[in-house]
């Protein structure tokens, strides 16, 4: 069966200093995987997804980038952090391809900068 | 870009009645998905119900869709405890391509008291 793994499930780190979220999924081969954020008391927001190795879309221009360095790990980074930045941050993976979306979602990574 | 709305915003019930929970999207779509989310925790995938059904049922669920309207309902039959949750509806504008990315509402934020 299928399984993602997020960690760490949290975070507390200055402003200015680097980020380093990962996750993996085990179980399937191409997926789909997304980075999310979610702030307090509010929706999903898409940050980054990918539909393979290398392959990054962005979605909302900030100063948080995604890498993809193998077909099942993907990982969200910053090289500073701004107090904005803080949340709960949310991988998740999709079966690849064409058809319906259906999202599988890790355990979440909340992260404070302070 | 399209977003679900969910209404109400929160939701508190006595344990054993039904809770309603409403979702309003802006464009067309190929399906619509509901989530449930335990607070602080990822993000678990309901029920989907494609643009050509008109309800659709699993367990205590029943989801409804009136694409005249671009609206949703979720309802949860005799509510427990445990249901006690935020509900999100997420849209998917993918009409057969290789990527269509689910947008999130804000969510109802379900409270049942036993």
């Known amino acids: 069966s299928q399984t993602i793994h997020q960690w760490p499930a949290t975070l507390v780190q200055p402003v200015g200093s680097p980020l380093s979220l990962e996750c993996t999924v085990e179980?399937?081969?191409?997926?789909?995987l997304y980075w999310y954020r979610q702030a307090a008391g509010r929706g999903l927001q898409l940050l980054f997804y990918?539909?393979?190795?290398?392959?990054i879309s962005s979605e909302v221009p900030q100063n948080l980038s995604a890498s993809r360095p193998q077909d099942r790990q993907f990982i969200l980074s910053s090289k500073k952090l701004l107090l904005s930045d803080s949340g709960f941050y949310l991988c998740?993976?999709?079966?690849?391809?064409?058809?319906?979306?259906?999202?599988?979602f890790g355990a979440g990574s909340r992260l404070t900068v302070l | 870009s399209q977003q679900g709305e969910e209404d109400p915003q929160a939701l508190s019930i006595q344990e054993g009645e039904n809770a309603t929970m409403n979702c309003s999207y802006k464009t067309s779509i190929n399906n619509l998905q509901w989530y449930r989310q335990n607070s602080g925790r990822g993000l678990v995938h309901l029920i989907l119900i494609r643009s050509n059904e008109r309800e659709k049922h699993s367990g205590r669920l029943r989801v409804t869709l009136d694409t005249s309207k671009k609206s949703s309902s979720l309802l949860i039959t005799a509510s427990r405890a445990a249901d006690t949750a935020s509900y999100f509806c997420?849209?998917?504008?993918?009409?057969?391509?290789?990527?269509?990315?689910?947008?999130f509402g804000k969510g109802t934020k379900l409270s049942v008291k036993p």
């Open positions: 990918s539909v393979g190795i290398g392959q």
């Open positions: 997420a849209t998917d504008d993918n009409y057969g391509g290789s990527q269509g990315n689910l947008i």
């Open positions: 179980g399937t081969s191409n997926p789909n």
């Open positions: 998740a993976w999709s079966v690849g391809g064409p058809g319906a979306n259906v999202l599988t």
